[in-house]
């Protein structure tokens, strides 16, 4: 009896570490899972358009399918890990980092030996004799849904010692994508339908030769550790105006850190944002309480007999940082009912087509797109007017609040829900006003008798 109470506590604990390991890797795999975007990534795919003597020639194009989710400057950088013993003979829409150790070619150099090459993007205005069509942007590519004629970036490359037939040849291996810091994972590349090909006249179809898939996808937790931006909440209703949680992004710490953020009023402010470190994408923060680079400020401002005015504000605490094509995300049930944006851009987000509760907000190109760094110009606002549904629509409960925000594709940390704005009460506003006029009855009674 004893044994076998044994056996069922060994299995009973074995059994409880097989399922904390099962769950530990389903979270492992989920946790690029965008429940706004499911079906967002970054596809790469590498087509080879012909053959050479030792090798091939492909065209590498990075396709954005992200809705807006973008690649910021400095831009991407790709890498990978070639299978065999390749070489880049030469490219054109892109270069390696690094040529690496190519002594043993005596006559014609490569471009790059490495077994693991680095590429980045050209920058505009690069001769066009080094040029392909969707090159040259310094690594910077739109999200699909902002600027779907720039959500692809591509480049060509001559790989020598490769193999000459669809048999022989092999995909690279290890992809990685910096866009432009961590956080996109790569999977495998896989054998895909051959890519085809329009000429500019339109009137022939040309095809790859072989074309080979990767997709890589994007994890917020990857990316960085702690969040990079918050949202802060008033009303007309209510005088409370709750900030963004203390410590959200990082807590002041000049002691043990010192230079993790700069006072606005320091007479040392441009020395410090000039001074070594200015050209890195490490934050240089103003002081705040809540330490982040984004605040999202939402203000319910006014309330009409059919409709209801919404005040947003972004602001830019960031010295280091300007943002461009900036975008914002934000949920909510009553956006079915949009009745009138002034001075954003506005696109439905519809991921499961039978709800619209989710906007994409980016500003109005060469008036409001660029979010200056931090400083008297580092916000943009615009106003957002809705109409009522008598079904759903009330001040209660923090609904007029937002339940989800993202920044340039970041998830924004929300104040707690115990914290938001609340209506006032009628029934203490009642007992406000009966026990005022009984006191005040009173003071009036003992002032005459």
Not at 10 to 26: G, H
Not at 57 to 81: C, D, E, K
Not at 263 to 270: G, K, Q
Not at 347 to 364: F, H, Q, R
Request: net charge positive; hydrophobic share 35%; with cysteine.
């Amino acid at each position: 009896m004893d044994y076998c109470f044994r056996s069922l506590t060994r299995l009973s604990v074995s059994t409880i570490v097989l399922v904390i390991l099962l769950s530990s890797l389903s979270f492992t795999c989920t946790e690029a899972y965008d429940a706004l975007d499911p079906n967002g990534n970054i596809t790469i795919k590498w087509d080879i358009i012909s053959w050479t003597p030792d090798g091939y020639v492909a065209v590498v194009t990075m396709y954005n399918f992200q809705q807006y989710r973008h690649i910021s400057p400095p831009g991407w950088t790709l890498g990978w890990t070639w299978a065999k013993k390749e070489v880049i003979w030469s490219m054109m829409g892109s270069q390696t980092t690094e040529q690496g150790d190519c002594s043993k070619y005596k006559s014609a150099q490569p471009h790059c030996c490495k077994k693991t090459p680095t590429v980045v993007d050209l920058l505009p205005g690069t001769p066009y004799n080094q040029q392909i069509a969707n090159c040259c942007k310094g690594g910077v590519i739109n999200s699909w849904a902002q600027d779907p004629n720039n959500y692809a970036s591509s480049f060509q490359v001559s790989v020598g010692a490769a193999g000459t037939t669809n048999k022989t040849v092999k995909p690279p291996k290890n992809f990685t994508l910096l866009a432009p810091g961590p956080g996109y994972t790569c999977g495998p590349a896989v054998v895909g339908k051959p890519t085809k090909f329009i000429t500019p006249d339109g009137r022939r179809v040309t095809q790859a030769m072989m074309t080979w898939n990767v997709t890589c996808t994007y994890s917020q937790f990857l990316a960085q550790k702690t969040p990079t931006c918050c949202v802060s909440l008033s009303s007309f209703y209510n005088e409370t105006i709750v900030p963004c949680p203390t410590c959200t992004c990082g807590c002041q710490n000049n002691i043990t850190h010192p230079g993790s953020c700069v006072d606005t009023h320091s007479p040392y402010l441009a020395s410090v944002v000039n001074g070594p470190g200015k050209n890195t994408l490490t934050p240089l923060v103003q002081c705040t309480k809540h330490m982040c680079p984004i605040r999202v400020h939402w203000h319910v401002k006014l309330n009409y007999k059919e409709y209801w005015r919404v005040k947003v504000t972004i602001t830019n605490f960031n010295y280091r940082m300007n943002y461009s094509q900036w975008n914002l995300v934000v949920q909510h049930p009553n956006f079915d009912n949009l009745t009138q944006i002034f001075s954003f851009n506005y696109k439905p987000l519809t991921p499961y087509s039978s709800i619209n509760d989710t906007a994409m907000l980016w500003g109005v190109k060469f008036y409001n797109d660029f979010l200056n760094q931090a400083g008297p110009l580092g916000n943009v606002q615009s106003e957002l007017l809705f109409r009522k549904d008598k079904s759903t629509f009330t001040f209660e409960k923090g609904w007029a609040f937002p339940r989800r925000i993202y920044f340039n594709g970041d998830n924004c940390v929300m104040p707690p829900p115990d914290a938001y704005p609340y209506l006032p009460n009628a029934s203490s506003r009642l007992r406000f006003s009966l026990f005022t006029i009984m006191s005040t009855c009173l003071a009036v009674f003992f002032v005459f008798v």
